[in-house]
């Protein structure tokens, strides 16, 4: 029996039988996200000691995993978001495709981007670059050949 009007029927309307998929998606990136992001929260702390540091947490192979989990769980729940509210709130067919289309693939480049960075961090593809015209002092030679002393050096700040 199928309760719609003549008018329904001709035109499509009804049900999609996939409403609730977006619904229980966002509820369970919601809840991923929460270990995640204290997760990310505490590494971010450990990290802020240096970028040599920053490297060292991410040569991790479990950080390294759960930077990439993190990433992509927030990316995915944040597109499933956006496309609520261009559904609810845009009304303009073109303009709803568009934006929708439009977010999926930003949202893909930047996970790509993202997993590509996490993995040129985790196999020490990523090193740090000293400051332009500053040198730190290397160990057991505390001035250059020129005979001038290191910019960087806690002993020469003296």
Known sequence: MDLRTPLG????????????????????????????VIWFI??????????????????????AVGMVLFICVALYHGAIGFRVIVEDYVHCGCGKNFLIIGANFFTTVTAVAAVLAVITFHTGGAKTVKPAGKENC?????????????????????
């Open 9 to 36: 029927r001709v035109k499509g309307l009804g049900s999609a039988k996939s409403g609730s998929h977006h619904w229980w998606m966002q509820r369970v990136t919601a809840l991923a996200l929460i270990p995640l």
């Open 42 to 63: 505490l590494n971010v702390i450990k990290a802020s000691t240096g970028a040599d540091r920053f490297i060292d947490i991410f040569s991790n192979p479990f950080n």
């Open 138 to 158: 290397p160990y057991g030679s505390h001035q250059k050949s020129d005979g001038k002393k290191y910019e960087n050096c806690d002993k020469h700040k003296r």
